[in-house]
């Protein structure tokens, strides 16, 4: 092999190498996207627990003061 057979392969294995790498990270930022939506979705959840123990422990609490 010469140096300018040599030096097409590997200009050939850095472009599918290249091409392969951008396929891999738009994959990656599409999984991290679904994450993201998803742990917003289990934060939104859990404040509306949060919030709805918290009213439900005031209430309790008025309720045993008045009586």
Do not use: P, Y
């Not at 917003?40 to 005031?58: D, N, P, Q, S, Y």
């Amino acid at each position: 092999m010469d140096q300018q057979s040599k030096l097409e392969e590997l200009e050939i294995k850095t472009e599918s190498h290249i091409v392969q790498c951008e396929e891999r990270w738009k994959t990656n930022f599409n999984r991290l996207d679904d994450i993201d939506f998803a742990l917003r979705r289990i934060e939104a959840r859990t404040m509306a627990v949060g919030g709805g123990l918290i009213v439900f422990l005031a209430g309790l609490i008025v309720t045993l003061l008045v009586e």
